[in-house]
């Protein structure tokens, strides 16, 4: 599919989505968002695509927030409108996708964009990235899951800190903080999105999409998650690529997994 603010590209099972508004260093606004949608989905649904990766296009940002330029003149209904429709078109979308979802962060990753790195299954950075939540310097709060995902990889107390005092900080304080789980040069980042994606691709991407799930579960209201992860479990016994993955192992040959 062709989009105007975003680049979607399927190349030996990983798809590269690249939000691709360097001029508006690539800040979320509707269209964008919509477009993310789509090629998210579009991703997840093709049996091909094991891994995801999304970045951002240039050398400066990743994202710099959602575009303040759409939401300046907003209603308090809009205002709620806007952050519940962006939940249920992308990040919420993200995180509980079936296919793992690598956030490569190139630059700044700022509010939304953050946020957006946030519902990404985990996170890698260039040495240049800075990332944080600035929305109360706007007079506003984080309303892309910024306050329950930030607390959730890096502690309440530093998320606190970190909303309150809307600062950003570089990639290795992200790194010390678990924010981040690699950090790199930027000409290496999408490389080293790649390695990892190959190691994730060796295995059986059904029992992943199941171990996504029960991971996911532990952060959902009416879930228990060792419940979810013991149902999980038993399901994967019926699975082909469980069969595929035991079979091989005994005869000492490769897994070769029949996947989504
Ligand atoms: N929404 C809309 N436009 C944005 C944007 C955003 N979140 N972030 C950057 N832009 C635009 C700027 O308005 C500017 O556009 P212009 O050239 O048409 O004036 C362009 O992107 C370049 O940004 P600029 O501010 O000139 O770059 P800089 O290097 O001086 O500063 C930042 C970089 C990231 C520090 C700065 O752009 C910034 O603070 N952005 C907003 C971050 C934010 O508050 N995000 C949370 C939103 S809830």
């Known amino acids: 599919m062709n989009y105007d603010n975003i680049i979607s590209e399927v190349n030996n099972g990983i798809a590269t989505i690249t939000i691709n508004r360097p001029s508006k260093l690539n800040a979320l606004n509707k269209a964008t968002i919509q477009e993310l949608h789509s090629a998210f989905k579009e991703a997840d649904e093709d049996k ?24 300046a003149d907003f209603s308090v209904a809009q205002g709620k409108e806007l952050a519940a429709k962006g939940h249920e078109l992308l990040f919420d979308f993200v995180a509980n996708l079936s296919t793992p979802v690598i956030a490569a962060v190139n630059g700044f ?16 950075a260039s040495n240049n990235a800075k990332m944080g939540l600035p929305e109360v310097s706007l007079g506003v709060i984080p309303g892309y899951g910024g306050t329950q995902r930030l607390p959730q990889l890096v502690g309440k107390g530093r998320a606190m800190e970190m909303i309150m005092t809307a600062g950003m900080i570089d990639a290795q304080t992200a790194l010390s903080l678990g924010l981040v789980n690699h950090v790199t040069a930027q000409e290496e980042l ?19 999409s199941a171990a996504i799930a029960a991971v996911n579960a532990n952060y959902e209201d009416g879930l228990n998650g060792f419940e979810q992860e013991i149902q999980k479990f038993g399901e994967a016994f019926g699975t082909e690529d469980f069969k595929e993955g035991t079979t091989a192992f005994l005869e000492k040959r490769k897994a070769e997994f029949p996947g989504k």
């Open 190 to 208: 999408l490389d080293l999105a790649e390695s990892i994606a190959a190691k994730i691709m060796k295995n059986s991407s059904v029992a992943i």
């Open 48 to 71: 091909g695509v094991k891994v995801i990766i999304v970045t951002g296009s240039g050398k400066k940002a990743f994202v710099a927030g959602a575009d303040i330029s759409e939401f």
């Open 109 to 124: 990753a700022l509010g939304g964009g953050l946020e957006l790195a946030m519902a990404a299954h985990f996170r890698i």
